[in-house]
């Protein structure tokens, strides 16, 4: 299947160009059919080279060749992709659980005059990820970036007939590529040093490359900041929940396995600048803890089904980059596939109820579904369960793994730890709360809607099965050793690829001292790490089961809770002190340019046109005049010769 891997890249493209160039033509079968088998297919050949690569025993990369690119002087850059432990894994997500949404949307879209387009959009995107994430090269990477960026832009913004959908596209593009100018100067700086912009290159340079050493920090912070934008981190968090304006295969496909885990991606395949990069890592981790808990906050107060879900992204993103600055690449790359499976879950989930209440998204015009949607209510459960990182779930796994290796981590360890617990705490009760308002209580349901109320059909309900069996088994793969003596199949499969940074910091001379927990210590945090969600739970479950609340209307909101149903007015914020200033700035240097630089341009030209106006009329075409200038010109001449000359 190696042999065939270079499908994996050209099959989305060829979806693409088919159902691009034929989307007035073809019927909505027939464009579903060749959108969800370029993306399944690859799904498939992606297993077979699993099996084949042997990735717990494979050592080198499986290196091909698909074309040539840009050569200028010793600059060499191709179309060339890597097939590691790493790529494998991701493509993995992408092509399975994109398939998945591709399936989704058969259903979902079915009747959207859009439908075709929406294909050729979702086949566009698998590809820019792909492209992303199999890229033997930083300039490939970011090729790929940029792409999963415009395909963003159109995808949330499908919609553009909408308002709100076209800003928040809008909004999506342009907040990316703040972060990623950072991402661009980490690429020039790579080069510049290393001579290179290939992985296994600019890898194998490192050891020797001593200058590299000395600012190695900034070129960290300048891929973070890139990362900062594409994953949704503080301050440039914003753009992501408001791409919820997209259709909701949408927002599954960029939450839960592409475009929000690049910058994840990013960090994990440049470990070997970052796990030297020690102040930048620190950087990393609190940023990442801090965003955890204060999107999760946000998440408390939120209405909308997929705006809740949307906040819980941007925390999950944040436990994520916190596992990444302690150094505990494993776990943020295991909890990056477990998020995937359920969140994927959650979306489709919420999509589903949205498609059964007619577009419906605020939570308290819903209640007591459960007895209308089973499939959806069990299937969103697990993902929910999972989530809150209750055992034996998915997410339990992968989030109590990041908890432990911040709690280990030197010097700012408990800070990192406590942040995430406040975290697993918050998520667990606003995720219960979601649950809690939408399936369970007295119904709040429009009597017109709830009359043709039912189950969703099986494109959209075989989907969540497969997930919901991901997101309940797939943290089995990582267990701990107090439990049955543990599973470690990730950390013996990510070996190879980890083991690079270790080789280039032991080159440089810099130590780091490991650390050893005590098994009492380690299941003192996992009884904590349950305890603690197990509290979320039983609160939600107090306030919006037992005492039946459902959220107030808008302006009922009050004091701090205002303030956090606002989002803390960030984007208020933004708007007042950088967008609305830049905006004037721009308008006075455009009057500057009209005033001055134009005017100067323009006057000059004006000049001339005075001065040849002037000329002109000595051209009278009169022959007396002509012999009078004559006459003028040979006394000027003669008083110069007689006079000036003596």
């Not at 050891?207 to 920090?217: D, L, M, Q, S, V």
């Not at 933004?574 to 721009?586: H, R």
């Given at each position: 299947m190696l042999d065939l891997f270079y499908l994996v890249i050209l099959l989305p493209l060829v979806?693409?160009?088919?159902?691009?160039?034929?989307?007035?033509?073809?019927?909505?079968t027939l464009a579903a059919i060749?959108?969800?088998?370029?993306?399944?297919?690859?799904?498939?050949?992606?297993?077979?080279?699993?099996?084949?690569?042997?990735?717990?025993?494979?050592?080198?990369?499986?290196?091909?060749?698909?074309?040539?690119?840009?050569?200028?002087?010793n600059f060499k850059v191709n179309f060339a992709y890597q097939v590691d432990q790493l790529s494998l894994y991701m493509t993995l997500i992408i092509t399975g659980i994109g398939s998945l949404i591709h399936v989704y949307s058969m259903g979902y879209m079915h009747g959207d005059e859009g439908f075709n387009r929406f294909f050729v959009y979702l086949n566009l995107f698998i590809f820019s990820m792909l492209n992303l994430v199999l890229g033997d090269n930083l300039v490939l990477m970011f090729l790929g970036w940029e792409g999963v960026g415009v395909c963003s832009y159109l995808l949330i913004?499908?919609?553009?007939?909408?308002?709100?959908?076209a800003n928040a596209g809008m909004k999506a593009f342009i907040t990316n590529r703040i972060g990623d100018v950072g991402f661009a100067v980490g690429i020039f700086l790579t080069y510049w040093y290393t001579g290179s912009v290939v992985y296994t290159d600019v890898i194998a340079a490192l050891?020797?490359?001593?200058?590299?050493?000395?600012?190695?920090?900034w070129v960290a912070f300048a891929f973070f900041i890139g990362a900062i934008g594409k994953s949704a981190q503080i301050p440039l968090y914003v753009w992501l929940p408001d791409a919820m304006a997209g259709p909701t295969p949408v927002s599954a496909l960029i939450h839960a396995a592409t475009m929000v885990t690049a910058g994840v991606f990013m960090i994990a395949r440049l470990n070997p600048i970052f796990m030297a990069a020690e102040i930048a890592s620190d950087y990393i981790a609190i940023t990442g803890a801090v965003t955890a808990l204060f999107a999760a906050t946000i998440g408390l107060y939120q209405t909308d089904i997929k705006k809740v879900l949307a906040y819980s992204t941007v925390s999950q993103l944040g436990y994520m980059f916190l596992a990444m600055g302690v150094g505990a690449y494993t776990a943020g790359m295991f909890h990056l596939m477990t998020h995937a499976f359920f969140k994927a879950l959650m979306f489709l989930g919420s999509g589903s109820v949205i498609h059964a209440m007619h577009h419906e998204q605020d939570m308290r015009n819903m209640g007591n579904l459960k007895n209308y949607m089973k499939i959806t209510w069990i299937t969103f459960m697990i993902g929910t369960l999972a989530i809150a990182g209750i055992p034996p779930f998915s997410g339990f796994f992968s989030k109590d793994l990041i908890l432990e290796k911040a709690f280990g981590h030197h010097g700012i360890g408990p800070l990192l730890w406590g942040l995430g617990f406040?975290?697993?705490?918050?998520?667990?009760?606003?995720?219960?709360?979601?649950?809690?308002?939408?399936?369970?209580?007295?119904?709040?349901?429009?009597?017109?809607?709830?009359?043709?109320?039912?189950?969703?059909?099986?494109?959209?309900?075989?989907?969540?099965?497969?997930?919901a069996i991901g997101a309940a088994f797939a943290g089995l793969l990582q267990v701990p050793h107090v439990l049955f003596g543990g599973v470690h199949i990730l950390d013996d499969f990510f070996k190879p690829i980890f083991s690079q940074g270790e080789t280039v910091i032991q080159a440089w001379g810099i130590t780091k001292e490991p650390h050893h927990m005590s098994e009492s210590t380690e299941i003192l945090l996992m009884v904590l790490s349950v305890g603690i969600a197990l509290t979320g739970i039983v609160l939600a479950r107090t306030f919006f089961i037992g005492k039946g609340m459902?959220?107030?209307?808008?302006?009922?909101?009050?004091?701090?809770?205002?303030?956090?149903?606002?989002?803390?007015?960030?984007?208020?914020?933004?708007?007042?002190?950088?967008?609305?200033?830049?905006?004037?700035?721009?308008?006075?240097?455009?009057?500057?340019?009209?005033?001055?630089?134009?005017?100067?341009?323009?006057?000059?030209?004006?000049?001339?046109?005075?001065?040849?106006?002037?000329?002109?009329?000595?051209?009278?075409?009169?022959?007396?005049?002509?012999?009078?200038?004559?006459?003028?010109?040979?006394?000027?001449?003669?008083?110069?010769?007689?006079f000036k000359g003596a």
């Open positions: 979806g693409f160009l088919i159902n691009g160039f034929l989307y007035r033509k073809l019927n909505h060749i959108g969800i088998s370029a993306v399944a297919i690859p799904f498939f050949i992606t297993v077979g080279a699993l099996f084949q690569y042997d990735p717990m025993h494979a050592t080198k990369p499986y290196n091909f060749l698909l074309l040539e690119w840009i050569h200028a002087g913004g499908f919609d553009y007939h909408k308002s709100s959908a050891p020797t490359a001593i200058p590299f050493k000395e600012i190695i920090n406040l975290g697993a705490l918050t998520t667990a009760f606003y995720m219960f709360r979601l649950v809690f308002l939408t399936f369970y209580g007295k119904e709040r349901i429009d009597h017109h809607v709830k009359h043709h109320l039912h189950e969703s059909p099986f494109s959209i309900t075989f989907p969540l099965m497969v997930l459902v959220p107030p209307a808008d302006e009922g909101f009050k004091g701090l809770t205002k303030v956090i149903y606002n989002k803390y007015y960030v984007d208020e914020i933004f708007q007042a002190y950088i967008i609305n200033p830049l905006i004037e700035i721009s308008d006075a240097l455009a009057d500057w340019d009209k005033k001055f630089i134009d005017g100067a341009v323009v006057g000059v030209g004006k000049l001339f046109l005075t001065l040849s106006d002037g000329i002109r009329r000595l051209q009278t075409g009169v022959v007396g005049d002509y012999a009078l200038y004559i006459v003028m010109g040979a006394f000027f001449v003669l008083y110069y010769v007689f």
